[in-house]
């Protein structure tokens, strides 16, 4: 039974929340799946480990540990992870789901890149890892496959599954975490996993975008190991000649074989990047890369794996000369390696040595297969060949080249991947199929574009609901008057109707705020003329509940909002405030008093004063009589005479 086409998950919901759409990718430890959160309603990652590992419980222990810290991670280039549990034996984390590819899917279709995308690409990983650094985290697995590229041109890490914390070195189960191609000489000797592996991995992958191959090749993953412990990165200058010396530079400081050679953390490597980037002119920052490498790629060692660490590797004779005797920790389980033909000394013959056998054995033993499974994998098994964004003639071509059938052709409407062009493939692209398998494609019908419906004249709500109707949405509504349409009615839409546009954009209404009015000043009058004035000019009336003093006469309008001359739409509301007359303040009495005291006195009490000195009184300084009696109440503010005498 085909089991890569019939997985067991697909259409069952883990914890009763995520439910498994469709299978994204198959790694060394675990499957990604697209999901859907059925609580919240949004498309999620589900990565779920490996069975194998799934049942070793210390394993999946700190594998769940190590995932709660790094979701305290935020970062914009960080895949975030949004929970992790366990159901019914699957070990799963619940990731964000970034639409796109990843920079394998990139350096696969294209081969190396110019050195201007090369430098785009890693300064957010780098940005990413340098978070991740600070944090007290170290990712150690950093490979291409690691790097996605959203539609939107967003770069993101993930993956950070295999991260463990900065001051911890090797895990008890003697076991090495990552892929080969990319491993520092430090964690295959030690096991040690500081942020400088980090630095080495993205020294490799930026090598591998500029010269489109990876610096350490070989027929076997021993002989990538052995590469990596005892060669140096060559510059990528040797591969693509055009490339400007600083970027070979910048590849030999990130991965010198010595750890306290390289830059300490991403960000000591982003601001030597950022530098070397400065220096570049804009005819070395688009430096064509080698066509002849265009699409090459390695597969030795591409895949995450769980290496055990258990035996001891001798180094390969340098030159043809024989061992040096310097045992090297290691992931293979055998006591000698054979050297790659090409570094054996001239004419010299060698016996076959005992433990070649023993090296291929333990080679499939360290990748997780046996010779049938690798029988399998290399004769029936294929991988869907990138097909993104190529014609349909153009994908059906590429799948049939390589063994594949074309099961099925569906079309949507997409924003972002042109017209008669692949939006994806089921399965995925990268994903391991038997030979003549079949593939289905979406084809894409370019953005859907509809027709702006006519709402002029329609209510809002009326119009809101052919809108969406229509595939689009409502937008701002904005207000004004109008001569011709009613109150509360659309008169036009922002674009105007018939204009095409793509589904869901927003459409912008003018509503009629009706007929202009100017408020009529009603202020003094009586309750009832008010409201007949106002009512005689289209307008309603509302009296507000609180009254309040004023020299107005109770019952008279004191205030109205809005304001006389302002302009209304007929039938808007006009609220009046009514005056419940003066306040009545209790006159001081100041009989007898000199003139300033009286006059501090009166005025402090709210009221204005008035002198009356006659003929007598023009050199007096005495109050004599004052026109309302001490005790006596007046209007607060009203005029109080005083008569000096």
Request: glycine share 10%; proline share 7%.
């Given at each position: 039974?085909?089991?890569?086409?019939?997985?067991?998950?697909?259409?069952?919901?883990?914890?009763?929340?995520?439910?498994?759409?469709?299978?994204?990718?198959?790694?060394?430890?675990?499957?990604?799946?697209?999901?859907?959160?059925?609580?919240?309603?949004?498309?999620?990652?589900?990565?779920?480990?490996?069975?194998?590992?799934?049942?070793?419980?210390?394993?999946?222990?700190?594998?769940?540990?190590?995932?709660?810290?790094?979701?305290?991670?935020?970062?914009?280039?960080?895949?975030?992870?949004?929970?992790?549990?366990?159901?019914?034996?699957?070990?799963?984390?619940?990731?964000?789901?970034?639409?796109?590819?990843?920079?394998?899917?990139?350096?696969?279709?294209?081969?190396?890149?110019?050195?201007?995308?090369?430098?785009?690409?890693?300064?957010?990983?780098?940005?990413?890892?340098?978070?991740?650094?600070?944090?007290?985290?170290?990712?150690?697995?950093?490979?291409?496959?690691?790097?996605?590229?959203?539609?939107?041109?967003?770069?993101?890490?993930?993956?950070?599954?295999?991260?463990?914390?900065v001051d911890t070195v090797t895990s008890t189960t003697g076991s090495v975490l990552g892929t080969v191609s990319y491993l520092a000489p430090e964690q295959i000797e030690q096991g040690t996993a500081d942020p400088r592996v980090d630095v080495y991995a993205c020294g490799v992958v930026l090598y591998e975008m500029l010269t489109g191959a990876k610096p350490h090749?070989?027929?076997?993953?021993?002989?990538?190991?052995?590469?990596?412990?005892?060669?140096?990165?060559?510059?990528?200058?040797?591969?693509?000649?055009?490339?400007?010396?600083?970027?070979?530079?910048?590849?030999?400081?990130?991965?010198?074989?010595?750890?306290?050679?390289?830059?300490?953390?991403?960000?000591?490597?982003?601001?030597?990047?950022?530098?070397?980037?400065?220096?570049?002119?804009?005819?070395?920052?688009?430096?064509?890369?080698?066509?002849?490498?265009?699409?090459?790629?390695?597969?030795?060692?591409?895949?995450?794996?769980?290496?055990?660490?258990?035996?001891?590797?001798?180094?390969?004779?340098?030159?043809?000369?024989?061992?040096?005797?310097?045992?090297?920790?290691?992931?293979?389980?055998?006591?000698?390696?054979?050297?790659?033909?090409?570094?054996?000394?001239?004419?010299?013959?060698?016996?076959?040595?005992?433990?070649?056998?023993?090296?291929?054995?333990?080679?499939?033993?360290?990748?997780?297969?046996?010779?049938?499974?690798?029988?399998?994998?290399?004769?029936?098994?294929?991988?869907?060949?990138?097909?993104?964004?190529?014609?349909?003639?153009?994908?059906?071509?590429?799948?049939?080249?390589?063994?594949?059938?074309?099961?099925?052709?569906?079309?949507?409407?997409?924003?972002?991947?042109?017209?008669?062009?692949?939006?994806?493939?089921?399965?995925?692209?990268?994903?391991?199929?038997?030979?003549?398998?079949?593939?289905?494609?979406?084809?894409?019908?370019?953005?859907?574009?509809?027709?702006?419906?006519?709402?002029?004249?329609?209510?809002?709500?009326?119009?809101?609901?052919?809108?969406?109707?229509?595939?689009?949405?409502?937008?701002?509504?904005?207000?004004?008057?109008?001569?011709?349409?009613?109150?509360?009615?659309?008169?036009?839409?922002?674009?105007?109707?018939?204009?095409?546009?793509?589904?869901?954009?927003?459409?912008?209404?003018?509503?009629?705020?009706?007929?202009?009015?100017?408020?009529?000043?009603?202020?003094?009058?009586?309750?009832?003329?008010?409201?007949?004035?106002?009512?005689?000019?289209?307008?309603?009336?509302?009296?507000?509940?609180?009254?309040?003093?004023?020299?107005?006469?109770?019952?008279?309008?004191?205030s109205q909002s809005p304001q006389p001359g302002a302009q209304g739409a007929e039938g808007d509301t006009v609220t009046l405030t009514l005056s419940k007359g003066p306040e009545m303040v209790k006159v001081p009495d100041v009989v007898g008093s000199n003139v300033d005291d009286a006059h501090q006195k009166l005025e402090a009490a709210g009221f204005q004063v008035?002198?009356?000195?006659?003929?007598?009184?023009?050199?007096?300084?005495?109050?004599?009589?004052?026109?309302?009696?001490?005790?006596?109440?007046?209007?607060?503010?009203?005029?109080?005479?005083?008569?000096?005498?």
């Amino acid at each position: 039974m085909d089991t890569t086409l019939s997985d067991p998950l697909l259409g069952q919901v883990l914890d009763g929340r995520y439910r498994v759409e469709a299978r994204i990718a198959v790694g060394g430890m675990a499957t990604v799946y697209r999901a859907l959160d059925i609580r919240l309603d949004r498309v999620l990652a589900l990565k779920v480990m490996h069975p194998a590992l799934a049942a070793d419980g210390a394993f999946v222990d700190r594998f769940i540990r190590e995932a709660k810290s790094v979701a305290r991670l935020s970062h914009p280039n960080v895949v975030q992870v949004f929970d992790q549990g366990t159901d019914r034996g699957y070990v799963y984390l619940a990731m964000e789901y970034v639409a796109g590819c990843t920079l394998r899917d990139v350096l696969r279709e294209r081969g190396a890149l110019r050195p201007r995308a090369a430098l785009d690409i890693v300064e957010p990983v780098l940005a990413a890892l340098g978070a991740a650094h600070r944090a007290g985290f170290v990712h150690r697995d950093m490979k291409p496959e690691n790097v996605l590229i959203g539609d939107d041109g967003r770069v993101k890490v993930a993956d950070f599954g295999l991260v463990r914390a900065v001051d911890t070195v090797t895990s008890t189960t003697g076991s090495v975490l990552g892929t080969v191609s990319y491993l520092a000489p430090e964690q295959i000797e030690q096991g040690t996993a500081d942020p400088r592996v980090d630095v080495y991995a993205c020294g490799v992958v930026l090598y591998e975008m500029l010269t489109g191959a990876k610096p350490h090749s070989g027929d076997s993953p021993a002989q990538v190991i052995y590469k990596h412990l005892n060669d140096d990165v060559p510059p990528p200058s040797a591969l693509a000649p055009g490339l400007a010396p600083e970027l070979d530079g910048l590849v030999a400081a990130a991965t010198a074989r010595t750890p306290a050679l390289r830059p300490a953390d991403a960000a000591a490597l982003l601001g030597e990047v950022l530098r070397v980037r400065g220096t570049l002119n804009e005819e070395q920052l688009d430096a064509l890369p080698p066509q002849a490498l265009s699409g090459a790629h390695d597969n030795a060692g591409d895949r995450t794996s769980v290496l055990p660490r258990a035996m001891t590797v001798r180094p390969l004779p340098v030159d043809g000369d024989g061992e040096d005797g310097r045992d090297v920790t290691s992931v293979l389980h055998t006591t000698d390696i054979e050297p790659p033909p090409a570094r054996r000394g001239a004419g010299r013959s060698r016996r076959p040595r005992r433990g070649l056998l023993t090296l291929l054995a333990a080679v499939l033993v360290v990748l997780g297969v046996g010779g049938g499974v690798w029988y399998i994998n290399s004769g029936q098994f294929t991988k869907v060949p990138p097909v993104l964004s190529r014609t349909q003639d153009q994908a059906e071509q590429r799948l049939k080249a390589a063994g594949l059938e074309v099961g099925g052709v569906k079309r949507a409407y997409s924003d972002t991947v042109d017209r008669g062009t692949v939006i994806s493939t089921d399965p995925t692209a990268g994903s391991r199929v038997r030979g003549h398998a079949s593939v289905g494609l979406t084809i894409s019908l370019g953005p859907r574009t509809v027709p702006v419906p006519r709402v002029a004249g329609q209510p809002l709500e009326r119009a809101r609901e052919r809108l969406k109707a229509a595939g689009l949405e409502p937008g701002m509504v904005t207000r004004e008057f109008s001569d011709e349409a009613e109150r509360g009615s659309v008169i036009r839409t922002t674009p105007e109707a018939g204009t095409e546009r793509h589904a869901g954009s927003a459409i912008a209404l003018v509503v009629s705020k009706g007929v202009p009015v100017d408020i009529p000043d009603v202020s003094g009058e009586d309750a009832e003329t008010a409201r007949q004035d106002l009512t005689d000019a289209g307008l309603k009336v509302k009296i507000a509940t609180e009254r309040v003093n004023s020299d107005y006469d109770k019952g008279q309008v004191v205030s109205q909002s809005p304001q006389p001359g302002a302009q209304g739409a007929e039938g808007d509301t006009v609220t009046l405030t009514l005056s419940k007359g003066p306040e009545m303040v209790k006159v001081p009495d100041v009989v007898g008093s000199n003139v300033d005291d009286a006059h501090q006195k009166l005025e402090a009490a709210g009221f204005q004063v008035r002198e009356d000195r006659g003929l007598l009184g023009l050199f007096g300084d005495t109050v004599k009589k004052q026109s309302v009696a001490g005790g006596d109440k007046a209007p607060k503010g009203s005029e109080v005479t005083i008569t000096i005498r």
